[in-house]
Every structure is written in C-alpha cells, then in structure tokens.
C-alpha cells in the first residue's frame, strides 16, 4: 500500500506500507510524485 499524509509545513510526505519514502512534497507535485514511486517499484499498471 502506498500513501500521502500532509505534514505542518503545508506539504505532504509519502508512504510505502508504513515507511516513509519522501518527505515534504509539495502537494502541486503529490500525484506525479507518488505515481513515480509506484513506478519505480514495478507495481504501476497501465489500463
């Protein structure tokens, strides 16, 4: 499972399971960001 979770900065850190991959995105960059961790771990599936 993978996951964003919003932080006190207004940006948003991103999960893989329950660890934490990438910290303090900015949140324009949230949905490309986390479709490229999917990605990169083989688990993105075109449809």
């Known amino acids: 499972d993978y996951g964003c979770v919003g932080n006190?900065?207004?940006n948003i850190n991103l999960?893989?399971?329950?660890e934490l991959i990438t910290k303090n995105i900015?949140?324009?960059?949230a949905l490309?960001?986390?479709i490229d961790l999917?990605?990169?771990?083989g688990e993105w599936k075109e449809l």
């Open 8 to 10: 006190a900065n207004g």
């Open 15 to 18: 999960y893989k399971a329950k």
């Open 26 to 29: 900015q949140i324009e960059n």
């Open 32 to 34: 490309e960001s986390l």
């Open 38 to 41: 999917i990605k990169l771990n």
